[in-house]
């Protein structure tokens, strides 16, 4: 079992993930901590292989933990779960070596998928002197793969109505359809679902055709790749 230590100050959230942890095979949470004097005392009594870290907390922060035990070269694996997106703690912390970065609020499906791959990745490695380079080539592989299907939404969109109109474009299967036909059935403006299908053709989702005839020329989709994407703010 991966023996998971839970940082985080607020106990609604602490609780919440939890419940996530205890929801994922293959793991086991050792202790919740409110700070970094309380993660400190867990991690010098228990064994610990992943630490689900929180940024924001009274007194020392998560990244001055997470700095601590880098220098202090603890062997324990951390996933950073916080509100803050901003590129220069998020670059800071992928220096410092975590696994993942959770932005706050996330759904049950991100934090386990991040802990799914976490696993493959340490039965990998768990027990092993030495590891082929088929076996790292693996590793790595699955991680590019799995970070290309990863898309951000763009400012304006938000992740629940693209997710919405991909449903309903999944039905179309071969079929080409245009801009109206989604908004009738989404019962989504017109112009909304214009700026969604813009997107999906920028992430090379569909393919867009000017069909010209009479009135105003008519743009028609088809999808040209509907791959498992993830898509996140």
Do not use: W
């Amino acid at each position: 079992m991966i023996q998971v230590l839970i940082v985080e100050d607020d106990p609604m959230v602490a609780d919440l993930n939890k419940k996530y942890v205890g929801q994922v095979e293959g793991f086991e949470l050792v202790a919740t901590a409110r700070n970094v004097e309380e993660a400190n005392k867990c991690l010098s009594q228990s064994q610990v292989d992943l630490v689900l870290l929180d940024v924001y907390m009274p007194g020392k922060n998560g990244l001055q933990l997470l700095k601590e035990l880098r220098e202090k070269d603890e062997q324990v694996d951390v996933i950073l779960i916080t509100a803050a997106s901003e590129k220069e703690q998020i670059q800071q912390s992928l220096r410092l070596g975590v696994v993942d970065y959770l932005i706050k609020p996330f759904e049950f499906e991100r934090l386990q998928g991040a802990l799914q791959k976490y696993k493959e990745n340490h039965n990998v490695l768990q027990d092993k002197r030495k590891v082929s380079q088929e076996e790292l080539d693996q590793i790595f592989s699955k991680q590019d793969r799995e970070e290309s299907h990863r898309i951000q939404v763009p400012k304006g969109l938000t992740k629940n109505t693209l997710e919405h109109i991909i449903e309903v474009i999944r039905l179309k299967e071969a079929d080409a359809f245009s801009t109206d036909e989604i908004a009738r059935e989404t019962d989504i403006s017109r112009v909304s679902v214009r700026k969604y299908l813009k997107f999906l053709k920028e992430i090379d989702v569909l393919e867009e055709t000017l069909i010209y005839g009479v009135g105003r020329p008519v743009y028609q989709y088809q999808v040209k790749e509907m791959r498992d994407l993830e898509f996140y703010h």
